[in-house]
């Protein structure tokens, strides 16, 4: 199975700083298709998980453009431009390249 | 739009079956997938498997080979988790989800004795 180890496991920062998550695949994520699946959720405390970024980089509807994702292959990274109370909660990133489906272990965004 | 919506949480003995359901709506119900994800208490999220909505053919990822039943109503855009024998380890939420779009609210099932 695909591993996705996501750094850091934990995440401090205050309103309005920049942050990163790192999320590295234990293969590569590029389809024979030319396609790389590679998505981004953000699960709050007692809620379900929400769809952030899917294809590495695009966004999904509704989220603000504060978040960026970027990378290829086996690295990939989330952004978030100018962090916002409601971004905290677990952020995942997911693969579906190769069966099985497979989720990174979780960053946890926690405000300052 | 579109919802997945659960059933409510269940409280059951080591042993026991649960038989949790997931009812869609705001789209074609075939024309998607369904998969299941299970998140322990604390944990992070594991893929299950998925149902083809279209044939009814399940697909369980091997930890889930044993035990775990997806089903359809098809009539009725609903899809269903069966696990039977319940054990301690079972404990966890499970979300039903288009897990590239839509998820459930998820069904807390608590296992104890």
């Known amino acids: 199975d695909v591993v996705l180890t996501q750094t850091p496991p934990t995440l401090l920062a205050t309103i309005g700083q920049s942050v990163s998550i790192s999320c590295r695949s234990s293969q590569s994520l590029l389809h024979s298709n030319g396609n790389t699946y590679l998505n981004w959720l953000l699960q709050r405390t007692g809620q379900s998980p929400q769809p952030l970024i899917y294809l590495v980089s695009k966004l999904e509807s509704g989220v603000p453009n504060r978040f960026s994702g970027s990378g290829s292959g086996t690295d990939f990274t989330l952004k978030i431009s100018g962090v916002e109370a409601e971004d905290l909660g677990v952020y995942y990133c997911?693969?579906?390249?190769?069966?099985?489906?497979?989720f990174g272990s979780g960053t946890k965004l926690e405000i300052k | 739009q579109i919802q997945l919506v659960q059933s409510g949480p269940e409280l059951k003995k080591p042993g026991e079956s649960v038989k949790i359901s997931c009812k869609a709506s705001g789209y074609t119900f075939t024309d998607y997938a369904m998969n299941w994800v299970k998140q322990a208490p604390g944990n992070g999220l594991k893929w299950m498997g998925w149902?083809?909505?279209?044939?009814?053919?399940?697909t369980y990822a091997d930890d889930f080979k044993q035990r775990f039943v997806f089903s359809l109503e098809t009539s009725a855009s609903t899809a269903y988790l069966q696990i039977n024998n319940l054990n301690i380890e079972d404990t966890a939420t499970y979300f039903c989800t288009r897990p590239t779009d839509y998820w459930g609210q998820g069904v807390m099932v608590t296992v104890s004795s």
């Open positions: 149902i083809n909505t279209q044939t009814g053919k399940p």
């Open positions: 997911m693969q579906f390249t190769h069966y099985p489906l497979t």
